[in-house]
């Protein structure tokens, strides 16, 4: 089942704004993360945070994570037109032995105007 | 990160035949692959895991005699796509993964249109 749901599905902003994207989830994780994913291409990891974690930062990316409420938000800062993407955020859990299963929310349709 | 390849980038093939994606992991020893497929405008959806000589893992729903994964070494997973139809036309994404199994690296996808 769909682990991760992200919301919204499209955000459209405008350049140097901030565009802010959440992801809720159903059952406990190890860690979170997110993905950008361009038109057709493949993805492109951005940032993990831990179940232990409750905010990390990377360049203009800020990710929080609430495991009460089982939920994460990814704020882009001051948004560039080549921000323009899909992003999703995974979940991931042991599937057995040591292999670990990455669950992706639905994404978010990011598109910055310049 | 790991730099991983998929070929073809794209493919057009006709119903009934069966069409073969490669994924190589060019500068990482990869010891587990996945398989993903996405449609359009949707999530990426886990097909198989598999590790470096073993039989694949397959997700429920998932055709292991549709969808043949071969993943020989620690650098080559195959796909394979038999007997395909329309509704297998998809962007089919490889990942890798060789250390912490929570970090993969994916390749760039291909994308199959069965007409």
């Known amino acids: 089942s769909q682990q991760g749901e992200e919301d919204p599905q499209a955000l459209s902003i405008q350049e140097g704004e901030n565009a802010t994207m959440n992801c809720s989830y159903k059952?406990?994780?190890?860690?979170l993360q997110w993905y950008r994913q361009n038109s057709g291409r493949g993805l492109v990891h951005l940032i993990l945070?831990?179940?232990?974690?409750r905010e990390k930062h990377s360049g203009r990316l800020r990710v929080t994570l609430d495991t009460s409420k089982k939920s994460s938000s990814l704020l882009i800062t001051a948004s560039r037109a080549a921000d323009t993407a899909s992003y999703f955020c995974?979940?991931?859990?042991?599937?057995?032995?040591?292999?670990?299963?990455?669950?992706f929310g639905k994404g978010t349709l990011l598109t910055v105007n310049p | 990160g790991a730099v991983v390849s998929q070929h073809p980038s794209w493919v057009i093939c006709k119903s009934g035949t069966s069409v073969k994606i490669e994924c190589r992991s060019l500068?990482?020893?990869?010891?587990?692959m996945f398989w993903y497929r996405q449609f359009p405008k949707q999530s990426l959806m886990l097909m198989a895991t598999?590790?470096?000589?073993?039989?694949?893992?397959?997700e429920q729903g998932v055709e292991k005699d549709k969808f043949l994964i071969n993943h020989a070494s620690l650098t080559l997973s195959t796909l394979t796509v038999t007997s395909a139809h329309p509704e297998d036309s998809s962007f089919y994404i490889c990942?890798?993964?060789?250390?912490?199994?929570?970090?993969?690296?994916f390749g760039p996808g291909t994308r199959l249109t069965v007409t």
């Open positions: 995974a979940t991931d859990r042991r599937s057995g032995g040591s292999n670990y299963k990455l669950t």
């Open positions: 059952t406990s994780i190890n860690n």
């Open positions: 500068d990482f020893q990869a010891t587990t």
């Open positions: 990942s890798v993964s060789g250390g912490p199994a929570y970090e993969q690296y």
């Open positions: 945070i831990r179940s232990n974690e």
């Open positions: 598999s590790n470096e000589g073993s039989k694949a893992t397959y």
